[in-house]
């Protein structure tokens, strides 16, 4: 994990493929490239899932994550993932996203608003 700072969501991650102006405008005002992220499993199987994507969608998306470091599941982002979710009611997805941040120390980057303010709330508390 030389150099990575970052995880990227599933909903940071669509916004890249589909050309969002917000996720365009932060990666390029903090100077980030995606050699300094990474993803999540769990991320990579929402992403590639959708019983509609296109194979030019599951292109795109392959691109992006080729680029970045993939974090598998671990025994300690396992039993993180269980004390989020117990403590803070967390769908099982997030609280794997908030189990990498925390045991990876990443700062997470996401459209979710409500999993940003839950984000500062979990580092805060546990």
Request: with cysteine.
């Amino acid at each position: 994990m030389n150099g990575v700072k970052l995880l990227l969501d599933t909903n940071f991650i669509i916004g890249l493929v589909k050309g969002n102006v917000q996720v365009a405008n932060l990666l390029q005002d903090r100077s980030i490239n995606l050699e300094q992220c990474a993803y999540s499993f769990i991320t990579r199987i929402e992403l590639l899932s959708y019983p509609t994507i296109t194979d030019a969608e599951v292109r795109a998306i392959t691109s992006i994550l080729n680029a970045m470091e993939y974090l598998p599941m671990t025994q300690t982002i396992e039993d993180m993932t269980i004390k989020i979710r117990r403590q803070y009611k967390l769908k099982t997805p997030d609280a794997i996203i908030a189990a990498t941040v925390k045991v990876m120390s990443l700062e997470l980057l996401t459209l979710d608003q409500q999993l940003a303010n839950r984000m500062m709330e979990i580092l805060a508390g546990t």
